[in-house]
């Protein structure tokens, strides 16, 4: 029986969440790290829930001395965990598709994290690249399809180093991978201000998949009159994207033009380095993995002048996801609070370390007095 006392100690007793993380390569480490410290001091200052964190040495470095960069029961590992807060995957000496194959698709896939969720704006005290564009001015959340499309793996090579060697990349789209990824994201930009959605697709030149794209989007559109949405071709995005970013709030694309499209989105909020995303299942089947949307960085790998941003923006999603709202608005209020004080690494015009980020931005949330 539950007495009284028992229930309150429940009531009190906070809220404990299992954090698998996975530096891996690059400056991944160094990001994961920055992430860490700020997630144990919000922890702390909010007092209501607590982190397990246990480190996985997945990556490139495991696959020189094993030959795989995971083990192979690696997602039976991790299915458990609450959540997977990954840095970055790929090295010099290794090449691109293994180590993507060999690490992060498995897992988005594997997990059926099919809904990739890539917000992006200006945040206070960084620059864009787009004269007379400021905070405000550019705010999207992009929608990548995470689980098909050009990246299904479906493709093969023949007559390998033969004149006749053919290789295929065949793009799979199936109608349940695009409904719910459509419905994904008419729900995201009904849950935006301004409830606008841009369905990015090349049905023009593929006239398949992409075309049942359309057709389903429109489908799906019927049941959200509320959201008002148009359809551009993924060439002319790119010039909207530059041109009219105002005109843009939630963009839902598929996995390669989502993939492409948000590194112009990060570039053209001041760097890569301030961008994040989540690998969502919605269904919450499996764990969501957070990560920063960019890679190992072999250029800045080691100097300590990383941008810690991306890694802190995706932590605040991943606090929303676990259902931690009011932490994970702290968080970017506290991101907000030492960008507009110019407390910036080099890609973003400014002088400090990964650390020195780190550190103001974990005394921002100490010192914050909401
Ligand atoms: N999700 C992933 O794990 C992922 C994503 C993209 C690339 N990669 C891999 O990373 C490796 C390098 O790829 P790339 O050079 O095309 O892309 P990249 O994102 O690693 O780097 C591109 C440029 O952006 C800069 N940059 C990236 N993140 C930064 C940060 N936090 N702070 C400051 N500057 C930052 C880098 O210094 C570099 O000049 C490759 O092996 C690639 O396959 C992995």
Known sequence: ??????????????????????????????????????????????????????????????????????????????????????????????????TLWGLRLPICQGFDQYANVRPTKILPGITSPLAGVGPGDLDWVIVRENSEGEYSGN???????????????VSIFTRTGVTRIMRYAFELARSRPRKLLTVVTKSNAQRFGMVMWDEIAAEVAKDFP???????????MTVRMVKDPKSLDTIVATNLHADILSDLAGALAGSLGVAPTGNIDPERRY?????????????????????????????????????EPAAATRLMRAVEKVCADGILTPDVDGTATTQEVTDAVCEAIRSENI
């Open 155 to 169: 493709g093969g090579r023949a007559h390998q180093g033969m004149p006749e060697e053919v290789g295929t990349e």
């Open 1 to 98: 029986m539950t007495t009284p006392k028992d229930a309150t100690a429940a009531r009190q007793a906070p809220r404990s969440y299992r954090i698998a993380s996975i530096p891996a390569d690059g400056i991944g480490p160094e990001v994961i790290a920055a992430g860490l410290q700020a997630l144990e001091v919000l922890a702390r200052r909010d007092g209501g829930f607590t982190f397990e964190v246990a480190e996985f040495d997945w990556g490139s470095e495991r696959y020189k001395s094993t030959g795989a960069l995971m083990p192979e029961d690696g997602r039976e590992q991790i299915k458990d965990f609450d959540a997977i807060f990954f840095g970055a995957v790929g090295a010099p000496d290794v090449p691109d598709h293994v």
């Open 287 to 323: 764990p969501s993995m957070f990560e920063p949307i960019h890679g190992s960085a072999f250029d800045i790998t080691g100097k300590g002048i990383a941008n810690p941003v991306a890694t802190f923006w995706t932590a605040s999603q991943m606090l929303d996801h676990l259902g």
């Open 226 to 236: 509320d959201v008002t949405w148009d359809k551009m071709l993924v060439d002319a």
